[in-house]
């Protein structure tokens, strides 16, 4: 079961689990590629909604949590981020302890629940201070599932995701620079960029990323938190830079005023995954932009919806 | 402003600082001892109520965050105590900000923010893995408050408390074990313990903590979080066999089975409050309890109420 299945990553999610012949359920909101969630049991609903989240969790083995706000609304309305994320990952446990569901994998966020890293790669041990409303609730989540294990032997895993990019994403609500770039150059618009373009992140692509999260899923090490990213950063103008080059066209960029949620680097370290999960990147970052890129190139007019 | 002011560390702070001249007022529900808050401007109400609380903030200077859940039912509903606790201090962080209040003191859990901890005693920079939900929401108000400063400038700083004994404790919901084990014994009464009493706890009196919510209101450096402990810890049994002395009496025992909320270690290191703060606790354990003991021996019949 896969919530949040019909966004970015769960739509990767998805596909790779029926391709690979496994039942898959998935709930959310109307899923922004439907065609794609062939051969998936699609439930809709809302997060918030404990018995729509009970049926569809039904005798699921594994369950997926990937229901995510985006940072910049968490730190508008914050306690409308606990209500409707962390309470209902509270609700959410009590169904699945008492489902019988074997584990739940978390996705976390890489680059937020560190804040400002003083170690660069960082790793999971790490202090935790976020400097945005959607890190500390990823990190609430986090800490309710370690007591859900210590209380009730409720099994999980935690992913702590840095910045995945690839097919299926769609630039939505600041969230995925890269898909921004890529369609609106291929349209012909300007992009806006927040700060002068040096932030420094772990971009992953989304099959890597899909890669982990089955990993997680069968994973039977102590292990529970793991960082997945690549371990090598790159600017935003860098980013830019190669998507020029890929596209052989110019990005016309808006620079905006830096904000105060995004921290100046974000670079995980991810030897814990390689050594419990046996899991490592293996898309380069050029590789996964021309993936990117050419995805793009197949929507009509460079448009997702 | 103390916000939690009616309660065992509230009335001892109200008490101080009424005695050394300062305008003070308190909120919460009805104080358990009305006739020792002369000269505090009460103001009753919900701290979920932020009308109530924006009133009672007014134009304080300094605002006290004592309000609090205990530990027991925080596990049994840990979505509640998020609405009850962390989304209320939400609204007070917003409320402070704009009212221009100059700093927040916030009492967080020495005893539970760290959850089995690897060092004894432990230290600030210690791992925060708390295996009660009690700890998970004391931490997140500290993560939103990092977080209001960053995005704000609104000061604070935290104290994560041990567990203070002294004057005006009442057993109540599970904690207090001194003041249960005390009264109960003056009535002739048994006493639950849970587990087998090897627990050890770092017991600070609330005069030492009293000193140190005063310095923390007042310090200009650049800690924010302190651990406000002794740094010495002692079982149950021998605070039993303690009271047991002071009062000439046996103390009578009915041994329940532990909680799984109860970690079996709890003392912390109080370095950076003696560094950062100029404190250190004052009152020896046995000098504390002899106190305790007195006070207990003023009330008719041995009742707090």
């Given amino acids: 079961m896969v919530l949040g299945g019909g966004g970015f990553i769960g739509t990767n999610l998805c596909?790779?689990?029926?391709?690979?012949?496994?039942?898959?359920?998935?709930?959310?909101?109307?899923?922004?590629?439907?065609?794609?969630?062939?051969?998936?049991?699609?439930?809709?609903?809302?997060?918030?909604?404990?018995?729509?989240?009970?049926?569809?969790?039904?005798?699921?083995?594994?369950?997926?949590?990937?229901?995510?706000?985006?940072?910049?609304?968490?730190?508008?309305?914050?306690?409308?981020?606990?209500?409707?994320?962390?309470?209902?990952?509270?609700?959410?446990?009590?169904?699945?302890?008492?489902?019988?569901?074997?584990?739940?994998?978390?996705?976390?966020?890489?680059?937020?629940?560190?804040?400002?890293?003083?170690?660069?790669?960082t790793p999971e041990t790490a202090a935790t201070d976020p400097i945005a409303a959607y890190g500390i609730s990823k990190l609430a989540v986090e800490k309710y599932l370690a007591l859900f294990e210590h209380l009730h032997g409720l099994d999980y895993r935690v992913l702590r995701i840095t910045n995945p990019f690839g097919p299926f994403q769609v630039p939505f609500k600041s969230q995925g620079v890269i898909a921004a770039v890529v369609s609106r150059t291929l349209r012909e618009e300007r992009v806006e960029v927040w700060g002068d373009g040096s932030v420094v992140r772990d971009f992953i692509f989304v099959d890597d990323v899909v890669d982990a999260l089955l990993s997680a899923a069968?994973?039977?090490?102590?292990?529970?938190?793991?960082?997945?990213?690549?371990?090598?950063?790159?600017?935003l103008l860098e980013v830019i830079s190669l998507v020029e080059r890929l596209l052989d066209r110019k990005v016309r960029i808006d620079f905006k005023p830096g904000r105060a949620l995004d921290v100046p680097v974000s670079v995980v370290a991810i030897d814990r995954a390689r050594a419990l999960l046996g899991w490592s990147p293996k898309t380069s970052f050029e590789t996964g932009l021309q993936r990117t890129v050419d995805w793009w190139r197949t929507r009509p007019t460079y448009r997702a919806l």
């Fill in 15 to 121: 596909k790779r689990l029926v391709a690979s012949g496994f039942t898959v359920g998935a709930f959310g909101h109307s899923p922004r590629f439907p065609q794609e969630l062939r051969g998936v049991d699609w439930h809709e609903g809302d997060f918030s909604n404990a018995a729509a989240v009970a049926a569809a969790v039904g005798t699921s083995e594994v369950v997926f949590h990937l229901v995510g706000t985006t940072p910049q609304p968490a730190n508008i309305d914050m306690a409308g981020d606990l209500e409707r994320h962390v309470i209902p990952s509270l609700a959410l446990m009590d169904i699945c302890r008492q489902a019988g569901v074997r584990r739940i994998v978390f996705v976390s966020s890489g680059g937020t629940v560190y804040g400002k890293p003083r170690d660069v790669p």
């Fill in 218 to 235: 069968t994973d039977s090490g102590n292990g529970r938190i793991f960082n997945v990213g690549t371990g090598e950063g790159r600017s």
